[in-house]
């Protein structure tokens, strides 16, 4: 944009403090604390996930690992079941070494530095901000997605807003609004302001400016633009990958299997999972059942963020004396304690909607 026409960084902030106060979000439940613990707790559940979702999960984590220490004496298998379902898992593995760390290394008090915040596992630069913020009034800029968009549109800022120039520049911006502003600026209120504004009026899809506290300024409103900013990333292939899965079912127990900590679902039960039939077929022989006698269930679907992964499920039913032991990383898991068990959401779904035949089966052969 013209630099003639650049917004003024002056009395930014402020703005932004009078409009969270009348307009913003209040009365969330990590709103009420002061603690680190639980403000970073829901910074984390609410990187790439949505409030609405969010607190469910945070209200029942928090009730199973009331403080820090409780999660740092937890094993990751404890841990899992209370993420199940929120995606992005390696977010939760994190979580977890992280509250180790603050344990080990600084006495279970979360540092109050963002310099010191961001060594730590699963906290970057904007979270460690945030959370300083919140906790402890420390004076940073943030830059989260939805923060994100209102500095390019507000300060006209073009280009891929994940290359390293783009990301510079918006975040001399918003030290910038923080240099002009009022030194006893209520950081709670203004890192607040700007995600609420982020989330709910300069959305995505339809901002709505009319109802923004810096429409008068703002490049993108001024020069009617907000459909171009923040400018759209490059476009990712999105490829597809098939997969099928085993529903191994002896005796009211189905044969589980952990994944890898890293990758898709890492650290997560899930079921045993083979590149194609052959894969599936030999896999079978290797327990000592022959999928020939299994049934193959509806498929489904799942999208991740860069693929589409096409499930086919196969249901074997056996009596306990054709199954071999299974591997280490397998387990067998009563039909019952499936609900708290650590599976991703869409094999959650997938074995509930066929617990009916399963259990139909089961009678069958008593
Ligand atoms: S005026 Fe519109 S485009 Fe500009 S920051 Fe506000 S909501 Fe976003």
């Known amino acids: 944009m013209p630099a003639n026409a650049r917004p003024a960084t002056e009395d930014f902030a402020a703005t932004i403090v009078h409009w969270?106060?009348?307009?913003?979000?209040?009365?969330?439940?990590?709103?009420?604390?002061?603690?680190?613990?639980?403000?970073w707790l829901s910074e984390i559940m609410l990187q790439q996930t949505q409030v609405g979702t969010v607190i469910g999960y945070y209200q029942r984590f928090l009730a199973r690992f009331p403080t820090l220490q409780a999660l740092a004496r937890a094993t990751q298998d404890e841990v899992m079941p209370y993420w199940a379902g929120l995606g992005y898992y390696a977010r939760a593995r994190n979580l977890h070494r992280c509250?180790?760390?603050?344990?080990?290394?600084?006495?279970?008090?979360?540092?109050?530095?963002?310099?010191?915040?961001?060594?730590?596992?699963?906290?970057?630069?904007?979270?460690?901000?945030?959370i300083a913020a919140f906790a402890y009034g420390e004076r940073q800029p943030i830059m989260d997605g939805n923060v994100k968009r209102v500095f390019t549109r507000y300060f006209g800022v073009y280009g891929n807003p994940a290359s390293r120039a783009v990301e510079i520049e918006l975040w001399n911006y918003a030290q910038a609004v923080l240099d002009a502003a009022d030194p006893k600026l209520d950081m709670t209120a203004y890192t607040q302001g700007l995600m609420d504004l982020g989330s709910s009026r300069c959305t995505r899809g339809r901002p709505t400016c009319e109802q923004c506290p810096l429409n008068t300024r703002c490049y993108a409103r001024l020069e009617s633009r907000q459909h171009e900013l923040p400018t759209p990333k490059p476009r990712k292939t999105n490829s597809e990958r098939q997969c099928k899965m085993l529903i191994l079912e002896q005796e009211g127990k189905i044969l589980l299997e952990q994944r890898p900590s890293r990758g898709i679902w890492g650290g997560l039960w899930s079921l045993?999972?083979?590149?194609?039939?052959?894969?599936l077929a030999d896999a079978c022989l290797n327990l000592g059942v022959n999928i020939e006698h299994g049934q193959k269930m509806a498929a489904l679907q799942h999208v991740f963020s860069h693929f589409k992964l096409h499930i086919e499920p196969w249901y074997l039913h056996c009596p306990?004396?054709?199954?071999?032991?299974?591997?280490?990383?397998?387990?067998?898991?009563?039909?019952?304690?499936?609900?708290?068990?650590?599976?991703?959401?869409p094999v959650k779904k997938l074995l509930c909607s066929i617990k009916e035949i399963i259990e139909g089966a089961r009678k069958n052969t008593q």
């Open 99 to 130: 509250a180790q760390q603050v344990a080990e290394q600084w006495g279970g008090h979360f540092p109050r530095k963002v310099d010191d915040l961001m060594q730590l596992p699963g906290i970057g630069r904007s979270t460690a901000a945030a």
């Open 20 to 39: 969270q106060k009348q307009a913003g979000r209040h009365g969330l439940p990590w709103q009420a604390s002061r603690d680190p613990y639980p403000i």
């Open 272 to 279: 045993p999972q083979y590149e194609d039939q052959n894969g």
């Open 320 to 345: 306990p004396t054709r199954v071999s032991e299974p591997s280490p990383e397998q387990a067998w898991v009563a039909i019952e304690d499936l609900p708290g068990t650590a599976l991703p959401a």
